[in-house]
């Protein structure tokens, strides 16, 4: 049988040939730049069924190559009707974060490039490019000099990197001896709110704690922790024998946006000495607006920090920083440099791997550079100032709407509502707003999310998304609107 | 001033226009088809001294936008001098990882859908092909249906997965009460070789074993864990108080590729009731040689294995993959549903962000997918065998030379050698040795690195990436030989 060209040739020991890569890419860039344009023509919340796209996938691989061409056009055919199009401009839930298309294009050379910045030597643009983009961002957020910065992941990488470096800070010897089944040291806690985000409980159950070793201070009515319950719990804990050694404090908790008083639980830290680790994983980059710069106060007197450029900076997943003033303990933390690893310049070089678990590194500091210079600072604080006023135009029509109530403050572009229509039990409530949430979901028009406050049923509106403008937001009320009417 | 048609228009408050994105997509396109087929005329590893790139960058961001092609042209200017180039065919160093131009495709197509897979909701198509494609995966490594798996960024993170796990299954309330100040359970021991990698200890430190929590068991003269000295030790902790609850065995070590003996190591496991995690990260891809399947001899009775399809099989980083018999306990250890992330599906799908530490989850198996279908088993197969093939030609280039020595056996297709003229103390030979590496790959030809082994200086030459051919091996062998001739 005569071979296909367009069939890989699996006695040529070779990668795909660079022309048929060419036209392959020149077909996924228009592919791409088609999607982009249209996002809005898909759902955004997917509306396949558990198992649709399972079984339209063989269920053995292939022995042989495919078609190319084949497996693109599965993309169609398959992938697209099973995805949430986070994209799309109403993608109003969880914390929407959308790509922009210098982020898209840095992580294609990115990929290209495939390094491991384990090291410098392994390859020094990366680890000098990250430090040049992270000293930009810390002063596009007006943080302090002695911020020191390092890419993770995931923000729940980098918090659970932040609590390690606490323990690590409270000279118990935990690099040495660890932590368990030592007599010679106390249960160690670590303080956040009710509203703390439940990647603090995962990195505190990974690191040793348990849930036990956790304890959620109590919010006030606007979901803000409060210092006065910090300190009683911290005080009533040493009496009974526990080491308080990390606060987490939230500047933008997930369910309604809450800003943590940071300046007065610093003060309790600085008092008590214990490591304050603040969360602003998602709102932390309003910061770079000079009228949102107290959402950072008291900031500076944290020990870490963490933000993440890839949640509402239109950076593609996943780039999550976190500062701290306290590399050495990080290092001390985590740093075993293995022979196979050691280079002649380890002392004058900085090796990113010697900070954290993860020994690959991607090249991620590629995308934040090509953002950063595209749009310049000033056109990343207009689209966030945009996204703030939208967010309260649509609080304020919930606000004025005789049947709609706000149930949490908008100190972003998060509105947290729900229908009211003054005659219902609050299990009906319930019940209606739930109904309404997933009636305006299955239209495929708009995707919201829910939490729940003060054991109520609450939908949460978020704006983020780079292709998010009035008519979406308007569009979005205009169908909440719609479908309450019909169930109430 | 008229602003350029080229400049970011501030005012837009939207990303790149669409065909802008295709513009410079399209020469992005063509940038990296010719450096993927050039990658040969840069040199392997970059020759700047550190703090060349920083300087070439602004320490200060910038305010106002950039042109678009200016960034793409500092990319050749300041990041490519600064690059050390895993895609060339001569970066013969740690274990080179290269990625096929499908990956790359793949990685594009991720990058634009920029979902989090969190959830099946968030994302079903993401869910979904993670499942069918691990199972492809799993076939492939002829490893048993009972194997359950899920995506990780780096085998690092999945190796501290796998320890997390074992911590959980030993029924000491870890989650509920964590390790610290309980005079209730005793000290934990986790057992590895004295070649197993340093992201087992990572793992181990960071889940609070400590470092004295990490019993190091001697090996043989092939590098191979002694079975002996394990039962030995584990019956010493024992008696001593300690806890054993992980072995970490190896199948290919990071410094000369050995394998622990898996059966034997499995038999002790089991008898002691201790939980077996199997590092395959770089050479478990192997595997799926039929001539090579006896590397995976016990790995049936692992608790867990890790194999990493972005280090050998030609994926963009990041994509490890853990396997365990024990999916239960994994999520166990690690699930916490926050109730903004709960979904009416929860009892029906999977939701990976379940069974691990990060929440957010890129579209990662795309990349499997495409590079799986575009070369075939068959075509995987063969680059795999072409490796091992000129690994074993090069070792035995080294044992046919009369001034070389072969300082470990090469099951895979890394060598680790020495020049030895045969007149020297090894400190001498150290010195030599430690010489030719760096006289080498100052040529910017080449980049080999070194390990330790018996406390002598061993180069490593690993021949792993997807465009290395006979030749590459060749001129490196010849490089060797010249330089050796140079400074002997």
New interface residues.
């Given amino acids: 049988m005569e071979k296909s060209k367009n069939i ?1 040739d ?2 040529s ?4 040939p ?5 036209k ?3 077909e ?10 249209d996002a809005e023509k898909y759902p955004p ?2 509306q ?1 069924n ?5 079984k339209r ?1 063989p ?8 078609q ?1 061409s ?2 693109l056009n599965d ?1 169609d055919k ?7 199009h ?2 799309h401009p109403n993608f109003m ?2 914390f929407n ?9 840095a ?3 990115s ?6 910045g384990m090291l ?7 680890t ?2 990250e ?2 983009t992270l ?3 810390r ?2 957020l007006s943080l302090p000099e002695y911020f020191w910065g390092i890419i993770y ?5 980098s918090s ?1 990197h932040a609590i ?1 470096a606490a ?1 690590e800070k409270i000279n118990i ?11 010679d ?4 806690r670590l303080y956040c709110s009710e509203h703390a ?3 603090i ?3 505190a ?9 956790i304890r959620k201070i109590s919010v006030d009515n606007n979901f803000k922790m409060i210092p006065e319950k910090l300190s009683e719990a911290i005080n009533e804990d040493r009496k009974n ?3 308080p050694f990390c606060v987490v404090a939230t500047v933008g908790t ?2 309604t946006t809450s800003i943590d008083p940071v300046p007065e639980i610093s003060k309790i830290c600085q008092k008590e000495k214990v490591w304050l680790h603040v969360d602003a994983a998602h709102a932390g980059v309003t910061a770079m607006l000079p009228e949102m710069k107290n959402v950072f106060d008291g900031v500076e007197f944290a020990d870490s920090l963490v933000v993440n450029p ?1 949640k509402w900076m ?1 950076i ?3 780039l ?1 920083v976190l500062y701290t003033k306290h590399k050495d303990i990080l290092k001390k ?2 740093s ?6 050691k280079t ?2 380890d002392s ?2 900085e090796n990113y791997m010697d900070y954290g ?4 590194r ?1 090249f991620r500091s ?1 995308k934040l ?2 953002v ?8 990343i604080q ?2 966030l100032r ?1 996204h703030l006023r939208l967010g309260k135009l649509f609080a304020g029509w919930i606000d004025e709407h005789p049947e709609f109530e706000r149930m949490a403050p908008t100190p972003f572009s998060t509105t947290c509502f729900r229908a009211n229509p003054g005659n219902l039990s609050e299990k009906e409530l319930d019940f209606l707003n739930e109904n309404l949430m ?1 009636k305006v979901n299955e239209t495929g028009k708009l995707f919201i ?4 406050l003060n054991n109520k049923f609450v939908i ?1 509106l978020v704006v983020s998304g ?2 998010t ?1 009035e008519k979406h937001v308007k569009e979005a009320w205009k169908l909440i609107q719609k479908f309450y009417s019909k169930i109430k």
Same sequence: chains 1, 2.
């Fill in positions: 890989y699996t006695t020991l070779s990668d795909m660079p022309e048929e890569f060419r392959y890419g020149y996924l860039i228009d592919w791409v730049t088609e999607y982009l344009k919340l997917s396949v558990p198992g649709d796209v399972k996938v269920a053995q691989p292939p022995s042989k190559p495919e190319f084949d497996v993309v398959i992938i697209m009707p099973g995805m949430t986070w994209n839930a969880y974060s959308t790509a922009s298309a210098p982020g898209i294009l992580e294609l050379l990929s290209a490039f495939n390094i491991n410098w030597k392994s390859s020094p643009a990366s000098e490019l430090q040049v000293d930009w961002f002063q596009m992941d995931t923000a729940s990488v659970m390690a323990r010897q935990v690099r040495e001896k660890g932590l368990a089944g030592r007599s040291i106390p249960r160690l985000h439940s990647s409980d995962k990195g159950l990974t690191i040793g704690l348990g849930l036990e070793g024998g526990w080491l997930t369910s890839h239109f593609p997943i996943d999550s933390a985590f075993l440099v293995a022979e196979y690893l002649g310049q004058e070089v678990i993860q020994l690959g991607r590629l550079w090509f950063i210079r595209y749009f310049g600072i000033e056109g207009n689209i945009e997933n999310t829910h939490t729940k949460r780079i292709r403008k």
